[in-house]
């Protein structure tokens, strides 16, 4: 056969399609980062310009329409005044950001820059790395903590913009706080959700409206478990970080008796085990006394020597914080989690975020005063 007619191999097409294909991630992160710091730029010129009116509300709305109309004309869609006040909107939110404390200023170009735009916004956009739709979601949070927050977890976890959209509206920000201390609530903003210690896991209620079951109808446990295993993507996502799934209805046995954990889970940055046993009731002390018995089976017979111990969730649909602390002994590694069949109302998970961060602080300046 002629060196002509010879086919390639297969390992050198896999090559070059992979090299093709990195080629084009790298060509529409880098259009994606300049677009977005371009809106950026675009949004503090309108800014600049308006502070230069008498009457600024009047003189800016005039501003906008004009300048969208020429944009229009020259460049075609996605300059209209809705998209241009967006734009002016993301100037605003992330030049005060950039005031905030821990956060690098985002990178301005000068007038002269301006003209070359191509190679230096490239260069200078690293702040922003997420795709403009993220933005559009980001910039209407006005709680800067909370907004940095989804933004480091939407960087770090490589969210889709519907994943970002998700958790936004199952107030995981205010879920997650609500489960931590205040200086733990700072931390959130500062590096995201770390998982240090097996109280790292816990949210102040799983939100399982993915599961599509109805918050009304009558279901068993076994009901909530196939439902769970049909949608085990979303319930890793939902669950946090670090979770592998490992086995359905774990049947262990002693003295001829047969045991089942509901889900069996093994979480990497921990290096240990989650057992979930899942109730549809109010969570009761033989429930409690339960886990705890499996845990220690898992502790004694299944964990290795390098593994950490092993951690017990009862995911319940009530549960009682004051029965759970009676029932097990102070270093139990067992918690429980109440779970909701739909998205919690965000404006109450606020208010009850501000009730607590205020209690806690005067908690801590009576404490001073003693």
Not at 298 to 324: A, F, M, S
Not at 337 to 360: G, I, Q, V
Request: net charge neutral; glycine share 4%.
């Amino acid at each position: 056969m002629s060196a002509k007619n010879q086919p390639i191999s297969a390992t050198l097409f896999t090559r070059v399609a992979a090299l093709i294909e990195t080629a084009r991630q790298k060509v529409a992160a880098a259009v994606n980062t300049t677009m977005v710091y371009t809106y950026f730029e675009i949004g503090r010129m309108i800014v600049e310009e308006e502070q230069h009116g008498e009457n600024r509300a009047a003189y800016g709305t005039r501003l906008i329409k004009e300048l969208a109309a020429r944009l229009t004309e020259k460049f075609g869609n996605g300059f209209s005044d809705s998209n241009l006040k967006l734009m002016r909107r993301f100037y605003l939110v992330y030049a005060e950001a950039a005031q905030e404390p821990e956060r690098i200023p985002s990178p301005r170009i000068s007038e002269k820059e301006t003209a070359a735009i191509g190679q230096s916004l490239i260069t200078q956009s690293q702040n922003f790395v997420l795709p403009w739709t993220h933005y559009l979601i980001l910039m209407r949070i006005d709680n800067p903590l909370e907004r940095r927050f989804y933004e480091i977890e939407a960087v770090e976890n490589q969210w889709s913009v519907r994943t970002l959209s998700r958790q936004y509206h199952s107030s995981l920000y205010e879920r997650l706080a609500l489960s931590r201390d205040k200086a733990a609530v700072k931390k959130l903003a500062c590096k995201g959700q770390t998982i240090n210690h097996p109280h790292d896991l816990l949210k102040n209620s799983l939100v399982l409206e993915f599961l599509g079951m109805d918050e009304q109808s009558a279901y068993s446990e076994s009901d909530l478990e196939q439902a769970i295993i049909s949608k085990l993507q979303a319930f890793l996502l939902e669950l946090g970080k670090g979770f592998l799934f490992e086995s359905r209805q774990k049947r262990f046995t002693f003295d001829n008796d047969h045991f089942f954990v509901d889900l069996v889970f093994y979480n990497r940055l921990l290096q240990c085990y989650v057992l979930i046993d899942l109730k549809t009731e109010k969570l009761t002390h033989q429930d409690i006394g339960q886990m705890q018995m499996y845990v220690n089976y898992y502790d004694r017979h299944v964990k290795l020597d390098h593994e950490k111990p092993t951690v017990g969730i009862l995911l319940c649909k009530k549960k009682n914080d004051l029965l759970v602390r009676l029932t097990l002994p102070k270093d139990a590694n067992i918690y429980a989690s109440e779970y909701n069949l739909y998205l919690p109302d965000k404006a109450l998970l606020k208010r009850k975020l501000a009730e607590w961060t205020e209690e806690f602080e005067n908690t801590k300046e009576l404490s001073h005063a003693r």
